[in-house]
């Protein structure tokens, strides 16, 4: 009689992990996890460490001289220069002009004179109001003296009027001179006054006849030139920092 095949089971019994096989696995891998911080903070203060105390690469060549036949202009143009400050120089009367100290391309400094014209008119008009000036001041003196003379005379005559000897007419003529004097001496002070401004008219015409830098420069025009001729405020000059010029 037969017997039926028996069908091979397999041991799983040799797959069990026994209780302290688990316990050494699980500490392994608390200390595998704790220890990957520690090393990377390991690696970054080394990696610190190593870049600071890295010095810097520099790399040294030898200076050689351009070579001279090739190219070196990399651009040329054309072009002018302008001055930064730029002044019209005229007279402010018509006059003659009697000279001119400068040519063109002369540096200047500021209040330089440049040009005169004739001034002799404007002289003359000054020294008539100095006149009249030093005339009204003669006359003020002079009043003056008078009028202390005539002072004297009114006290006398009132006291010789009080003793009844002198009559009230002449007490009346020495209080009228008394009073004509100092009406002269306001007058002649009005006239020192007007003279006063006369002079201050006279020489601003007589400055008028100088021309002079209104700053430093170079002059760049001239346009007039001494001459018998009487010259037009359109004559002037022309001052500047820089002359025009070209450069490549």
Known sequence: MATPPISAR?????????????SKSGMGKRIVYAAIPVLLFAGIVVAAFAFRNQKAVVE??????????????AL?????????RRATIAAKI???VTGVF????TRVKE?????????????????????????????????????????????????LQQAGVQTQEALDNAITAVDSLKAKIVLARQQVAASEARIGVAQ???????????????????????SPRRCAPSSRRRTGRRPPSKFG
């Not at 400068?102 to 391309?105: A, N, Q, S, T, Y």
Request: glycine share 6%.
């Open 111 to 159: 209040g330089q004179l440049l040009a005169t014209l004739d001034d002799a008119d404007a002289k003359r008009a000054l020294d008539s109001a100095k006149a009249d000036r030093d005339a009204a001041h003669a006359a003020i003196a002079d009043y003056e003296v008078q009028l202390r003379n005539s002072q004297i005379l009114l006290r006398r005559a009132e006291q």
């Open 102 to 105: 400068f040519d063109e391309g």
């Open 76 to 84: 040329n143009a054309s072009g002018y220069i302008t001055p930064r």
């Open 204 to 226: 601003q015409a007589v400055d008028n006849c100088t021309i002079r830098a209104p700053f430093a420069g170079i002059v760049m025009l001239i346009r007039t030139s001494p």
């Open 94 to 96: 018509t006059g003659r």
């Open 10 to 22: 397999p041991d799983l019994g040799s797959l069990r992990i026994h209780d302290g096989q688990r």
């Open 60 to 73: 040294v060549a030898a200076a050689s001289r351009a070579d001279s036949a090739g190219p070196q202009t």
